[in-house]
């Protein structure tokens, strides 16, 4: 699967309809972005049963603005509709690869249980 545009429109949808969404913040003017996009794009060839999105923060400056992006590109990865990971710059193909494993790895459910009790204790 290729990477799909979001937008403010589209973000939240497809961040609670999928078990695993990584997201690129980019900018076309950006040259660590330009850099990126294609190991990225490689990556979603690779995995097709993740969600690869693209976030434009130049035609989607509110909804960088919430996601608190100040520094692009920026890498975020969600499962369960939960942000698990978010790092600024561009990484080189095995570091993304090693994001995704740990990304699919993670029991999700177990963290959450686990962050719940450590607030009560």
Do not use: Y
Request: aromatic share 8%; with cysteine.
């Amino acid at each position: 699967m290729a990477t799909t545009a979001l937008t403010s429109e589209n973000f939240e949808p497809a961040i609670a309809g999928n078990d695993i969404v990584l997201v690129d913040f980019w900018a076309d003017w950006c040259g660590p972005c330009r850099a990126f996009g294609p190991v990225f794009e490689a990556a979603s060839e690779q995995h097709p049963d993740l969600v690869f999105g693209k976030v434009d923060t130049e035609a989607e400056q509110a909804l960088a603005a919430a996601a608190q992006i100040t520094s692009i590109p920026t890498l975020m990865a969600f499962k369960k509709g939960r942000l698990v990971f978010s790092q600024p710059g561009a990484l080189p193909a095995a570091a993304l690869q090693e994001v995704i494993d740990a990304v699919v790895d993670l029991d999700i459910d177990a963290a959450l249980r686990n962050a719940e009790s450590e607030q009560v204790s």
